[in-house]
Structures are given as C-alpha cells and as structure tokens.
C-alpha cells in the first residue's frame, strides 16, 4: 500500500511534506533545465527578475534533483538520470569534442526537452512519499516521476523543491533529513 506524505511539521511556519507537494497538484511540467547533473523539473509558469534586471521564464514551482530519479513515461519508455552521460543522437557524424555538463548535449536533454515539446503536457495528479527522502509524482495520463535517494551516497542535499513566486515555499532533502 502506497504512503502517503504525511509529516509532522518540524519548524512553526514551515510547511509540511505534504502542504508542499499539494501545491504541485495541477500543475504542468512546463520546461526543464540543468547545471551538470543537477535536474530542474519547472512546473506551471511564471517570470522572475534576476538583480540585474533581467526576465527569466521559469516555472511557478522548481523541483531540483541531485539524486538518483527516473521518469516512467505512459507508453513504457524512461528517462534516467544517468541518461546525462550519454552523448544525444545527432546527425551524420558525432562531434569529436563531447562535454557532458555541456546543457542540451546529453540523451537526457535531447528527451526532457521533446517530453516536454509534447502535447498534452504532464499534469501532475499527487504526490507518495518513498523510503530515504525519496517520492514519487503521479502525472494525468500515467506517466510518474520516481526519485530514489541513495543511502550509500549521502548528499547535503539530494532534492529541493522551491517557489518563484515569492511564497516562501522551500522544502528539501539531504542526508541530515528535510531541510526548510
């Protein structure tokens, strides 16, 4: 039987595992973007404002993962993460020069980038909560994003979800437990 997430809350006005994940119920993946094997999942759409001034389309809520994740599409295909050390499909002969942490180089670039292109988009139905800060993410359509923290591997950090909207929304992962 599926868990559900249900934590106590740890801080007065902080929200709960659960509170947190809600506020991604209904919510598109809109886009997806990376800085070398980090994941960021942006769902809903908004605009932020760098200090410089500059405008930067990026979802209504961020999940970033740096950790072991895999997303099950409906038809039974998946993207993994380690998909990012494989070189994407390119035509006529490969480049001779391939970095990885190059954004948009990697087989997983290639296939966030057409899952997302397509129609309809990713909605997602709710949230489970799995051993080792891990959870999965129920999409409309059957699709589901698992992410697997592993334990052998201990990280500061092993996800973050965040808003853009100037909520205050910010829950995380590591190995010391859920960071606010």
Known sequence: MPHTLLLKQDRAMQPTTEQAFNQLEGLPLTRTTRNEAVQFFHFGSTQYTTPQGLVLD????????????????????????SDVYIRKREAGLPSPVWDWKKP?????????????????????????????????????????????????????????????TGDGLKLGAGKDGYLY
């Not at 990026?58 to 295909?77: F, N, R």
């Not at 057409?114 to 993410?137: C, D, H, I, M, S």
């Not at 589901?144 to 808003?163: G, I, M, R």
Request: glycine share 6%.
């Open 58 to 81: 990026v979802g209504e809520i961020t999940l970033a993962l740096d950790c072991p994740w895999q997303l099950q599409q409906a038809d039974g295909s998946v993207i993994r993460h």
């Open 104 to 164: 948009g180089s990697s087989f997983r670039d290639e296939r966030l980038m057409e899952l997302v292109r397509q129609a309809p988009k990713l909605v997602v139905a709710r949230a489970e909560q799995q051993p080792n800060y891990g959870f999965t993410l129920h999409f409309s359509g059957h699709s589901t994003l698992n992410v697997s923290p592993d334990p052998e591997k201990p990280a500061h950090e092993y996800w973050q979800l965040f808003s853009n």
